[in-house]
């Protein structure tokens, strides 16, 4: 056996299988980095999925993002329509084209001007497309479509023999080449054969349910590559096509220890003190008129007055409509409208699919860079489809923008018969922290009430708050317990006027003794007063006797001894006093 040397046709490649970006967003994700280099992908579709507009985008943004020249050679479009028709999408192929950056032909080919007579081949097309190719170092080719090449033959066999020819010279040639084919029956191409000579294989789809159109795409086979295997929805407006790369996301996004508030002092107390964890998703649900888009509002507010970007997508109201609204409670959105740090988004569910709506809001959160993302009300979708692809969407999204650290506020309208502890999207287990807003009635009143059913890794409030509308915003307020239960409203002002006056009565009573305490403590120093003035005189008086004692004891000491002196008794032993005299006793004769 002789052995490959490098250079040579037989050389075996080392490496992955080379890709070009295709510029597209989002394709180069779900493809792994885009089309296979040098070899052929054939996009296949009904009437109206956007074959045209892949094929071209791929030369456009080759052309003007990554420096590769591209020639783009259809065959029903003159070059007048192609040109006006893509110019709507953004694209300006007479620029490029006068720049030599992209070559444009048009081959015509009627089939009422054909006759098939003696050997058929595609020399001719390799001829010009060859000297298209060298004209501007091209190294993008877009055939547009291949069906109108063989559209006036039925020799099977010729057919097959030049389309692998075509695919087999467009590799040799070194291009990366879109060819676009029409999709017939249950077959990607009118012929079922390019299929198997293309390398990549993506499907075009537009379907219609109920009333809803979506567009989708499929990577049907990609050789040498791994790539996405589901469909995804793709978008097509005045920035060309743009893909949701992602049907359902891994577990393995990054969480953060940050936390937001929500603009409401008092419930980010009820939120351990500090509101939620920035990336996480929050839902607000209750029947309709608790105040939902009012919290949501409070909560966008807050964002951008900490000067995040925040993205609201209204699917109820008009954003004039919410910013009036909002602006009765002392909230005024519009400053931040005007600044650009708030972008509405207002449409009904119905204008699209589930499906394009989360290509949507995917690209224009790719655009606009958001923290916040607000979604009002999620429940709407319903509309656009069962509950169950509303779920199934909704996980997308909320798994979508917890990988970019996007915190997601989602309202959700409960209606009067569902259980409370339940929101009609079926999405309340995927959320990390639910605020449910419900009515209390009593005394003939309706008033909202507002607790926490649960808000993941943090410690939070099980108390059920008072919410009042007021000019400064939504507040929270303690709820009474009375003997009938949680009083709101009416019964609550009754309560707390009841129990100021039951405070003012105890203050008084206070008072009352505090005063009589003070009057008895005066009586009491007054007789202390008294008790130590009558006890100091006592201690004067002793204190007078014992002195006088003192002196009396004196001139008695010198009374005594003067009267020593005047009787010659050296001993000094007269005190003064008379001694008695011993008596005499007069004997007998």
């Known amino acids: ?46 009437v109206g999925c956007g074959k045209t507009l892949f094929g071209v985008e791929f030369l456009v943004r080759g052309a003007e993002q990554f420096g590769e020249p591209g020639v783009l050679m259809t065959f029903e479009e003159s070059p007048a329509e192609l040109v006006q028709n893509v110019r709507s999408l953004g694209f300006d192929l007479k620029r490029l084209i006068a720049e030599k950056r992209v070559s444009l032909h048009y081959v015509h080919i009627d089939r009422r001007e054909i006759e ?33 090449i063989f559209s006036g033959f039925d020799n099977a066999a010729i057919l097959r023999a030049e389309l692998r020819r075509l695919f087999r010279w467009l590799k040799d040639k070194g291009v990366t080449t879109v060819i676009t084919a029409e999709a017939e029956g249950g077959s990607l191409s009118r012929h079922g054969l390019e299929e198997f000579l293309s390398d990549c294989v993506i499907r075009l789809d537009r379907r219609v349910s109920d009333e809803v159109a979506t567009r989708r795409l499929e990577i049907v086979k990609y050789r040498g590559s791994p ?44 939120l351990g003190g500090r509101g939620p964890y920035r990336g996480s998703s929050v839902l607000v649900s209750g029947t309709a008129g608790t105040g939902k888009t009012s919290i949501a509002g409070q909560m966008v507010h807050a964002a951008c007055a900490r000067g995040e970007r925040c993205l609201y997508f209204a699917f109820e109201e008009a954003p004039e409509q919410i910013i009036r609204n909002l602006r009765s409670i002392g909230n005024d959105l519009q400053p931040w409208r005007d600044t650009g740090m708030l ?38 979708f319903i509309m656009s489809g069962s509950q169950v692809q509303v779920k199934a969407m909704l996980i997308r999204l909320i798994d979508y923008l917890k990988s970019r650290q996007i915190t997601g506020l989602f309202t959700s309208l409960v209606g009067g018969d569902d259980p409370v502890e339940q929101s009609e999207a079926g999405v309340s287990s995927l959320i990390d922290t639910w605020i449910l807003l419900r009515f209390l009635e009593s005394n003939g009143e309706r008033n909202r009430a507002l607790y926490i059913l649960k808000s993941r890794g943090m410690p939070h409030s099980n108390q059920v708050r008072e919410m009042l509308m007021t000019e400064s915003g939504v507040e929270l307020t303690d709820v009474y317990l009375g003997s009938g239960g949680v009083l709101t409203g009416s019964a609550r002002y009754v309560q707390e006027a009841r129990e100021r006056a039951e405070a003012l009565r105890f203050r008084q009573e206070l008072d009352a003794q505090e005063r009589e305490l003070l009057r008895q403590q005066r009586d ?66």
């Open 1 to 46: 056996m002789s052995e490959v040397s490098p250079g040579t046709p037989g050389e075996l490649p080392d490496g992955p299988l080379p890709k070009v970006r295709s510029g597209i967003r989002g394709l180069d994700e779900i493809t792994g980095g885009g089309l296979p280099q040098g070899r052929a992908t054939l996009v296949s579709g009904g």
């Open 116 to 148: 098939e007579t003696g050997e058929y081949d595609l020399e001719g097309l390799f001829v010009r497309l060859n000297y298209a190719i060298d004209a501007i170092g091209a190294k993008r080719v877009m055939l547009d479509t291949i069906e109108s």
């Open 227 to 270: 790539h996405g295997t589901n469909e995804y929805p793709f978008l097509i407006d005045e920035g060309g096509i743009s893909i949701l790369p992602i049907t359902s996301i891994g577990l393995q996004h990054p969480v953060s220890t940050e936390r937001v508030s929500t603009g409401i002092p008092a419930l980010d107390q009820m």
């Open 343 to 380: 972008l509405f988004q207002a449409a009904r569910p119905t204008l699209h699919g589930l499906e394009t709506h989360l290509a949507q809001i995917h690209k224009c959160v790719e655009e606009f860079q958001p923290s916040l993302v607000v979604l009002d009300p999620i429940t709407n």
């Open 524 to 589: 009491v120093e007054r007789q202390i007063e008294t008790l130590q003035a009558d006890l100091q005189a006592r201690r004067d008086r002793f204190e007078r006797l014992r002195a006088h004692e003192g002196q009396r004891h004196a001139v008695g000491l010198e009374d005594r001894s003067e009267l020593a002196r005047l009787r010659h008794d050296p001993a000094g032993t007269t005190d003064g006093r008379v001694e008695p005299q011993p008596s005499r006793q007069v004997e007998a004769p």
